[in-house]
């Protein structure tokens, strides 16, 4: 089941995430669930990129179509074809930080703030997220719980990272990830983290991604039904209609300028 761990060592190794070579040990039932997962999800296969391609409803009502493409743990894209315009986010890790940009309808840009920059670039595919068990990803088992009515298994990620200057918030509390895995079948169910206002850090705004109607593409199991809430509130609502993997994406795509 280890080789399932190692699936997000892929393509770029993501040393920026962390400087420290020995972070602490993650809880085995932890790692057991999230290798079950990842294997339930594609099975033999090794994922190093994913393009996920349907339709999108964003804020309620601005339809259209979502190109979702990611190169391994650290690059991602979001482009939206939508009624107002085209909308696109980005996150890239190339350059040994983490970086993100939005680009509007308006053509208005702007960058991430560093803050929203530490929870998993691939929010919409978890095969190439934390719960992969990459590099110092440190997995944690909080136990059975419900989620929307059904039995999940709590699995909680961060990624270690010295704080030697006691920063606070803390790299462990920007990066913290809740993963909630159906119990009978160990498909994420959903994700939950903290982003925050540009301008304050400590302000947390809570994210729910919510995965669900799972069907084989290509031989791998694929939300076909993704949302994306920011503090209740249904912001991206996506149906998938087709995926590709290993098509060889290249990372100018991912490049933020």
């Not at 990272?161 to 920063?167: I, R, T, Y």
């Not at 949302?227 to 290249?250: P, R």
Request: net charge negative; charged share 10%.
């Amino acid at each position: 089941m280890l080789r399932y761990a190692a699936i997000a060592l892929v393509s770029i190794a993501l040393v920026c995430r962390a400087t420290s070579q020995n972070p602490p040990t993650s809880n085995p039932q932890a790692l057991s669930y999230a290798a079950h997962s990842i294997a339930t999800m594609v099975g033999n296969l090794s994922i190093s990129d994913v393009t996920l391609t349907g339709s999108v409803t964003w804020n309620g009502s601005d339809t259209g179509t979502a190109t979702l493409r990611a190169l391994g743990i650290g690059e991602s894209r979001m482009d939206l074809a939508l009624t107002s315009g085209a909308r696109t986010d980005i996150r890239d890790a190339q350059t040994g930080a983490q970086l993100g940009q939005w680009l509007a309808p308006n053509n208005s840009s702007g960058k991430f703030a560093s803050q929203n920059c530490w929870t998993d670039a691939v929010w919409f595919f978890p095969v190439l997220g934390s719960l992969a068990a990459g590099p110092n990803v440190v997995l944690s088992y909080i136990g059975p719980t419900t989620w929307k009515g059904e039995s999940v298994q709590h699995i909680q990620s961060y990624v270690y990272q010295s704080n030697p200057a006691a920063l606070n918030p803390s790299p462990k509390q920007l990066s913290t990830m809740d993963f909630y895995l159906d119990s009978a079948t160990l498909l994420p169910s959903a994700v939950t983290f903290n982003s925050h206002p540009d301008g304050n850090a400590g302000a947390n705004l809570l994210v729910e991604v919510d995965f669900s109607n799972y069907q084989a593409i290509s031989g791998v199991l694929v939300p076909t039904h993704i949302q994306k809430y920011q503090q209740g509130n249904l912001l991206v609502d996506i149906t998938v209609s087709g995926a590709s993997f290993n098509s060889g994406l290249s990372l100018s795509t991912f490049v933020i300028n």
